[in-house]
Structure formats: structure tokens, C-alpha cells
């Protein structure tokens, strides 16, 4: 037993403080554990929380291999041994069923039965006898995830190999990821991982894992561009188009708007430096994200633009402790964790504009502003996620109004 992961459990349940009733009432009806510990390392086992996941085949560290293997679960440091864990796996030991095609398919067709709707999956990866995922928990516990998983997969892959008994090793490792910098870092583990252990020699091309590019977009649709001054550019079904001044007058706004739907979104030029910015807006259970490249041009002429747009069908999913920040420009902003409803309550200093942030681990943040009377603020969110088998970070959206 390791002490040191029951002190760390107490300090995180400590930091965090009291739930609000609303939480509370969410994770007993799940059934999560929210930080917690089996006497070895520590887990956080809560809704909306971000997790690495590992669980292997059951022959992947063999028992006539055990002298190489089990040495390394007696390093201290667990960082380390988990790094050393993970590059033994990769080595490859075992049957590996994992590489035959149609056990991959199974396991990969496993794992998305209940993506976006009980959980969002953010990168997977198969390996031959092990798999990894970086997955947003929601209304499935940790363990009744992995459950779940293993059990419907052990049986479809023995099913397709016409075999029977233990496929996968009891237990799993998994991984809390605490803020941004983790997530990226995790991902790019996971979908590096077939380079990294020589079965491919890029990410993209392995079949079995979030970098293949057929899980990147869906079909992108038509999409009419139109500048202020009337003149309109419709795209093809590529998504793309170039606009110019010839195209559309020097002006420097142009509207994005579906072909069978109206959204009014502003796209802006920039005449002197070159950038990117990603538009994003919804309309009849469709979200556009556009992509845009202004270039820098001689003189005052609005410089060309190319823009490709794409759209994919999404999906509003549960909500869960999105951290809203409020305050003027200047001023130390005020912040609020909304409830499982979406809602955030806010006192405000006095009439005027208030800037808005809401933001939340994996997912695109939104800004907006305010005019209040100096009410009160309810800021209420809503968070959307993409139908299979898009994988993309999906983002936020809210509405605010005062109160009483």
C-alpha cells in the first residue's frame, strides 16, 4: 500500500471544498467515486473529468517473461515506472490479436457504441496487444466504463477469431489529465504510439487510431459567403473557396451563412499582417467551422483570402463544471463554476459592460459581453460535441441575461 496516494486523495478532496447540492445529486445518481485511491496511486473519478485509459491484452507481459517485467513494478517513482510499463508494452510480447485487422475493427467499433452519449471520446489509439484513450467522462463511472468496454469487445474479438476464454488483464492504468497542456501531451502519446513503437512511419496512416483522417471531418457542405456590400461567393461541396477584392468590392467584412439556413457571423480581413482565425456558429443541427488565412498586400486594397469551410453535424451533451469568468476590461474578473443545468450566477459591481469567458478542459472557449443594469447575471451554458466519426474539440456555447 502507498500512503502517499491516501494523502494526496485527502488534499484533493480538501482543495476542492464542499460540492454544491446540484453535484452532489449527479454523482450518486452515476455512481462516481470522484477522487479516490485502491492503496496504489490516486484516481479522480468524476463527470466531466478528462482521462488517459490503458488496459492490456492478457498474455502482454507473459509469465515465462516475468523476470523482465516484474522488476519494473518495483520503481518508486510511478512516472517512471509508468514510462518503462508503457515502452515494455510496446515491445510487443505476447500473441498480439491486435494486429489482426478484424479484432482492431471490433475493438475500434466497441469503443464508439456509446461515444457521445454516456461519454466523448478525444483520441484512441489500438496497439496490437494493448489500447490506449483519452476519453471525457459523463454518466458512466471509470470502472463500469471499463467494464463495459472490455466485456463487449472480448466478446466480438473472440467471436471474429473463433476463439474463447480470458482476453484482457483485470486491471487498467489511468491517468487524471489537469489542464491543457496535459491534454496535448496525451494525445500526441497516443496517436504518436504506432510510430513510436516502429509500426508505421506516420501517425495518420495507422487504420486503428483518432490521427487516421477519416475521423477528422465528415462531408463538408455548400456554404454562401456574402459581403456587406451584397456581392456574394457560394463554396463548392469541397468546402473551399478564394475571395478578393474583384469578388467582392474592397471591403473589409464578409457573412458567412449556410446555403439552407441563415446565421449571421462576421469574417474580418486583416490588410497588413497575415493570421488565422477559426469562425464557428450553429444553425439547424449544423456547426460550421471556417478557417481563414489573410495575407499581407501593398496599399490600403482588402488582400485576398482563402477560406475553407466545413460542416458536421453536432450534438448538445451533458454539462459539467464550466468555469465562467465576468469582469470589465482592467479588471480582475469574477469566476463561477456552473451546475449540471448549465448556470452560472453572478453579482456584478455596478451598470455597464461586463466581458464573459466561459472555458473548460477539451473544449473551444466562448467570449461574449454584457450590459447589465447592474442586476444580477445568469450566464447560461450550453456544450456540444460532433456525431461519430468526427473527432474534433468541440466547443461552448452560452446566453446571458440579468436576473430579476
Same mark, same amino acid.
Not at 89 to 117: S, V, Y
Not at 339 to 357: E, H, K, M
Given at each position: 500500500?502507498?500512503?502517499?496516494?491516501?494523502?494526496?486523495?485527502?488534499?484533493?478532496?480538501?482543495?476542492?471544498?464542499?460540492? &454544491?447540492?446540484?453535484?452532489?445529486? !449527479?454523482?450518486?445518481?452515476?455512481?462516481?467515486?470522484?477522487? /479516490?485511491?485502491?492503496?496504489? #496511486?490516486?484516481?479522480?473519478?468524476?463527470?466531466?473529468?478528462?482521462?488517459?485509459?490503458?488496459?492490456?491484452?492478457?498474455?502482454?507481459?507473459?509469465?515465462?517473461?516475468?523476470?523482465?517485467?516484474?522488476?519494473?513494478?518495483?520503481?518508486?517513482?510511478?512516472?517512471?515506472?509508468?514510462?518503462?510499463?508503457?515502452?515494455?508494452?510496446?515491445?510487443?510480447?505476447?500473441?498480439?490479436?491486435?494486429? /489482426?485487422?478484424?479484432?482492431?475493427?471490433?475493438?475500434?467499433?466497441?469503443?464508439?457504441?456509446?461515444?457521445?452519449?454516456?461519454?466523448?471520446?478525444?483520441?484512441?489509439? !489500438?496497439?496490437?496487444? %494493448?489500447?490506449?484513450?483519452?476519453?471525457?467522462?459523463?454518466?458512466?463511472?471509470?470502472?463500469? #466504463? #471499463?467494464?463495459?468496454?472490455?466485456?463487449? *469487445?472480448? %466478446?466480438?474479438?473472440?467471436?471474429?477469431?473463433?476463439?474463447?476464454?480470458?482476453?484482457?488483464?483485470?486491471?487498467?492504468?489511468?491517468?487524471?489529465?489537469?489542464?491543457?497542456?496535459?491534454?496535448?501531451?496525451?494525445?500526441?502519446?497516443?496517436?504518436?504510439?504506432?510510430?513510436?513503437?516502429?509500426?508505421?512511419?506516420?501517425?495518420?496512416?495507422?487504420?486503428?487510431? &483518432?490521427?487516421?483522417?477519416?475521423?477528422?471531418?465528415?462531408?463538408?457542405?455548400?456554404?454562401?459567403?456574402?459581403?456587406?456590400?451584397?456581392?456574394?461567393?457560394?463554396?463548392?461541396?469541397?468546402?473551399?473557396?478564394?475571395?478578393?477584392?474583384?469578388?467582392?468590392?474592397?471591403?473589409?467584412?464578409?457573412?458567412?451563412? #449556410?446555403?439552407?439556413?441563415?446565421?449571421?457571423?462576421?469574417?474580418?480581413?486583416?490588410?497588413?499582417?497575415?493570421?488565422?482565425?477559426?469562425?464557428?456558429?450553429?444553425?439547424?443541427?449544423?456547426?460550421?467551422?471556417?478557417?481563414?488565412?489573410?495575407?499581407?498586400?501593398?496599399?490600403?486594397?482588402?488582400?485576398?483570402?482563402?477560406?475553407?469551410?466545413?460542416?458536421?453535424?453536432?450534438?448538445?451533451?451533458?454539462? *459539467?463544471? !464550466?468555469?465562467?469568468?465576468?469582469?470589465?476590461?482592467?479588471?480582475?474578473?469574477?469566476?463561477?463554476?456552473?451546475?449540471?443545468?448549465?448556470?452560472?450566477?453572478?453579482?456584478?459591481?455596478?451598470?455597464?459592460?461586463?466581458?464573459?469567458?466561459?472555458?473548460?478542459?477539451?473544449?473551444?472557449?466562448?467570449? &461574449?459581453?454584457?450590459?447589465?443594469?447592474?442586476?444580477?447575471?445568469?450566464?447560461?451554458?450550453?456544450? %456540444?460535441?460532433?456525431?461519430?466519426?468526427?473527432?474534433? !474539440?468541440?466547443?461552448?456555447?452560452? &446566453?446571458?441575461?440579468?436576473?430579476?
Amino acid at each position: 500500500m502507498n500512503s502517499r496516494a491516501y494523502k494526496t486523495v485527502a488534499r484533493k478532496r480538501a482543495c476542492e471544498g464542499p460540492q &454544491s447540492p446540484a453535484e452532489s445529486a !449527479v454523482e450518486r445518481q452515476i455512481g462516481s467515486k470522484g477522487w /479516490n485511491t485502491r492503496g496504489y #496511486l490516486p484516481h479522480c473519478d468524476k463527470p466531466g473529468t478528462l482521462q488517459m485509459l490503458t488496459f492490456r491484452l492478457a498474455d502482454a507481459m507473459p509469465a515465462s517473461r516475468r523476470h523482465e517485467w516484474e522488476v519494473l513494478f518495483q520503481i518508486n517513482d510511478q512516472r517512471e515506472q509508468r514510462t518503462r510499463l508503457e515502452a515494455y508494452l510496446d515491445q510487443g510480447c505476447g500473441e498480439c490479436l491486435l494486429k /489482426n485487422p478484424r479484432a482492431a475493427e471490433a475493438l475500434q467499433g466497441g469503443i464508439h457504441r456509446f461515444d457521445t452519449r454516456r461519454y466523448r471520446l478525444a483520441a484512441w489509439v !489500438v496497439m496490437p496487444n %494493448h489500447f490506449h484513450a483519452l476519453v471525457e467522462l459523463w454518466t458512466m463511472p471509470m470502472g463500469q #466504463l #471499463l467494464k463495459a468496454w472490455k466485456g463487449v *469487445s472480448a %466478446h466480438a474479438i473472440n467471436g471474429v477469431l473463433d476463439r474463447s476464454g480470458q482476453l484482457w488483464q483485470e486491471d487498467y492504468w489511468d491517468r487524471y489529465i489537469r489542464d491543457g497542456e496535459h491534454f496535448g501531451k496525451a494525445r500526441c502519446y497516443i496517436e504518436s504510439n504506432p510510430v513510436k513503437a516502429g509500426l508505421t512511419s506516420e501517425a495518420a496512416a495507422w487504420p486503428w487510431s &483518432s490521427a487516421n483522417p477519416k475521423w477528422r471531418w465528415s462531408s463538408p457542405f455548400a456554404v454562401t459567403i456574402q459581403a456587406m456590400n451584397g456581392a456574394v461567393v457560394q463554396t463548392g461541396f469541397n468546402g473551399e473557396v478564394q475571395l478578393s477584392a474583384q469578388s467582392g468590392g474592397n471591403v473589409s467584412l464578409w457573412t458567412i451563412r #449556410l446555403v439552407n439556413g441563415s446565421w449571421s457571423g462576421n469574417l474580418s480581413l486583416d490588410t497588413v499582417a497575415i493570421q488565422t482565425r477559426i469562425i464557428a456558429a450553429t444553425t439547424a443541427g449544423v456547426r460550421v467551422q471556417s478557417q481563414s488565412n489573410a495575407f499581407q498586400v501593398q496599399g490600403a486594397t482588402t488582400p485576398s483570402i482563402s477560406v475553407t469551410i466545413k460542416a458536421v453535424e453536432f450534438m448538445t451533451v451533458p454539462v *459539467s463544471s !464550466v468555469t465562467v469568468l465576468l469582469g470589465r476590461d482592467g479588471e480582475t474578473p469574477t469566476q463561477a463554476i456552473t451546475d449540471p443545468q448549465g448556470l452560472a450566477l453572478f453579482s456584478v459591481a455596478g451598470a455597464g459592460r461586463y466581458n464573459i469567458t466561459a472555458q473548460k478542459l477539451g473544449y473551444n472557449p466562448t467570449t &461574449s459581453s454584457v450590459e447589465t443594469s447592474g442586476k444580477p447575471v445568469a450566464w447560461t451554458i450550453e456544450m %456540444h460535441s460532433f456525431r461519430p466519426p468526427v473527432i474534433l !474539440v468541440p466547443g461552448i456555447m452560452g &446566453s446571458c441575461s440579468e436576473v430579476g
